[in-house]
C-alpha cells in the first residue's frame, strides 16, 4: 500500500483519517510519501507540484478545493468523513499518480484525437474487466462485434505508428 501524510490541523480529523487509511493497510508517515492529505487548499495546490495530493473539504470550503484542484490538486474528501470515502478517494489519487509516472502532471496537455482517447478507453475498460470483451463492450455500451472491429484497428493502428 502507500505512504501518506497527513498536514491536517485538527487533531480528532487527523487521528479517526490516520485509523481509517491504516485499516487499508497504508502507512502514515511523515517524509517520502507518494500521497499528502491537507485541509488547506493553498497548501494543497503547492504539495500538488510534488505528489498527488487530496484536500478536506466542508461545504463552504469547496470553491476553494476547486481552485485547488484547477492548480493540480486531485479531488477533495468531504467533511465530515463518510465511510468508505477516503480510502476510495486516496485509491483513485494513487492509480492518477500511477498513470501519471512519467513526470507528466501538466494540467494543459496537447489536445488529442478522438481516436486516441477512443483506444485509450477501450484499453484501460479491456484492462478493468480483466479483458473480458462480453464484458467490456456491455459496460462501453457496444457491441461485441463493433468492439472487435474496434479493437483490430487499435492494434493496426499501433503497428503503423
Known amino acids: ?31 517520502d510519501a507518494s ?3 491537507t485541509d488547506d487548499p493553498a497548501q494543497g495546490a503547492g504539495l ?3 505528489r498527488a495530493t487530496l484536500v478536506l473539504a ?9 481552485r485547488a484542484m484547477r492548480e493540480g490538486v486531485y479531488g477533495y474528501i468531504y467533511l465530515p468523513l ?15 499518480q500511477e498513470s501519471h509516472a512519467d513526470g507528466t502532471r501538466e494540467t494543459t496537455a496537447e489536445p488529442q484525437s478522438l481516436e ?28 461485441r462485434n463493433t468492439l472487435w472491429r474496434k479493437l483490430k484497428k487499435i492494434d493496426v493502428d499501433s503497428v503503423h505508428r
Do not use: F
Open 116 to 143: 486516441a482517447v477512443e483506444a485509450r478507453h477501450i484499453r484501460e475498460t479491456l484492462r478493468r474487466c480483466k479483458n473480458n470483451q462480453a464484458r467490456a463492450a456491455r459496460v462501453l455500451g457496444i457491441g
Open 58 to 66: 466542508t461545504a463552504s470550503r469547496i470553491p476553494d478545493c476547486v
Open 48 to 50: 500538488a507540484k510534488h
Open 82 to 96: 463518510q465511510p468508505g470515502e477516503a480510502p476510495l478517494m486516496v485509491h483513485r489519487a494513487l492509480e492518477w
Open 35 to 37: 500521497l499528502a492529505i
Open 1 to 31: 500500500m502507500a505512504n501518506i501524510t497527513l498536514y491536517i490541523e485538527d487533531l480528532v480529523t487527523r487521528m479517526t483519517l490516520k485509523v481509517m487509511l491504516e485499516a487499508e493497510g497504508h502507512r502514515i508517515v511523515e517524509v
